[in-house]
T-cell receptor, first 112, second 110 residues
Framework: NAGVTQTPKFRVLKTGQSMTLLCAQD?????MYWYRQDPGMGLRLIHY???????AKGEVPDGYNVSRLKKQNFLLGLESAAPSQTSVYFC???????????FGPGTRLTVL | GQQVMQIPQYQHVQEGEDFTTYCNSSTTLSNIQWYKQRPGGHPVFLIQ?????EVKKQKRLTFQFGEAKKNSSLHITATQTTDVGTYFCAAKTSYDKVIFGPGTSLSVIP
C-alpha cells in the first residue's frame, strides 16, 4: 500500500516550457487535490477533483490545468511555465470532503 | 473571502517548555483539522475537531475547538526535539472548501 505517490520528485524548467506532474493513490479515494507551498504562505489549493472525470478550480488555478481520467490518478499540467510557478507541489487525496487528507511526498519545481 | 490566520508564525522554545499555536477564522467552521509537517517532509494529519468546545488529547498534544467554532488551538506540553516542524490548521467551511492556514513553525532548542 504505497499511499500517495508523486512523479517527479524534482524538476528544473526554463520559462515557457511545459510539463506534467503525476499523482497516484491506491486508497480508492474519491477526492484528490493539488496544492502549492511557498514560504510563509502555507498550502494553497490549485485544483481539486471530487471523482473520476471531474475537476474544479481552487484558490490559485491560473496557469495550471488538471485531468482526472482515472480515479487513482490526478495530473497537473503547466502549459507555459513561469518563474512565479517555482514552488513545492503537493498532491493529496481523501475519502470525502470532510475526511483527513493524505499527502504525497511533493515535487520541487524550479522555473528559470 | 474566507481567511484562516495562524499565530504565531514562528516559535522558538527551549526543550521542555510548552508551546501553543492558535488558528482563527473569519467565519464559522464545519470542522477543523490539524497537520504537522517535518522539515523537508509532507503534511501529516494529526486530528479533526467537529463539535463546539471540543477538546482532544494525543499524549502531550491538546487540541481545542472554540465555542463559536471560529477558532482552534494546539498546545504541546513539555516540547521535545521530535516536535520540530510546521503545524497547520485546515478549516472546512459550509461551502465544502478546506482552507489551510499559513502554519506555525516550531523550533526546539535542546
Amino acid at each position: 500500500n504505497a499511499g500517495v505517490t508523486q512523479t517527479p520528485k524534482f524538476r528544473v524548467l526554463k520559462t515557457g516550457q511545459s510539463m506534467t506532474l503525476l499523482c497516484a493513490q491506491d486508497m480508492n479515494h474519491e477526492y484528490m487535490y493539488w496544492y502549492r507551498q511557498d514560504p510563509g504562505m502555507g498550502l494553497r489549493l490549485i485544483h481539486y477533483s471530487v471523482g473520476e472525470g471531474t475537476t474544479a478550480k481552487g484558490e490559485v488555478p491560473d496557469g495550471y490545468n488538471v485531468s482526472r481520467l482515472k480515479k487513482q490518478n490526478f495530473l497537473l499540467g503547466l502549459e507555459s511555465a513561469a518563474p512565479s510557478q517555482t514552488s513545492v507541489y503537493f498532491c493529496a487525496s481523501s475519502y470525502g470532503s470532510s475526511s483527513k487528507q493524505f499527502f504525497g511526498p511533493g515535487t520541487r519545481l524550479t522555473v528559470l | 473571502g474566507q481567511q484562516v490566520m495562524q499565530i504565531p508564525q514562528y516559535q522558538h522554545v527551549q526543550e521542555g517548555e510548552d508551546f501553543t499555536t492558535y488558528c482563527n477564522s473569519s467565519t464559522t467552521l464545519s470542522n477543523i483539522q490539524w497537520y504537522k509537517q517535518r522539515p523537508g517532509g509532507h503534511p501529516v494529519f494529526l486530528i479533526q475537531l467537529v463539535k463546539s468546545g471540543e477538546v482532544k488529547k494525543q499524549k502531550r498534544l491538546t487540541f481545542q475547538f472554540g465555542e463559536a467554532k471560529k477558532n482552534s488551538s494546539l498546545h504541546i506540553t513539555a516540547t521535545q526535539t521530535t516536535d520540530v516542524g510546521t503545524y497547520f490548521c485546515a478549516a472546512k467551511t459550509s461551502y465544502d472548501k478546506v482552507i489551510f492556514g499559513p502554519g506555525t513553525s516550531l523550533s526546539v532548542i535542546p
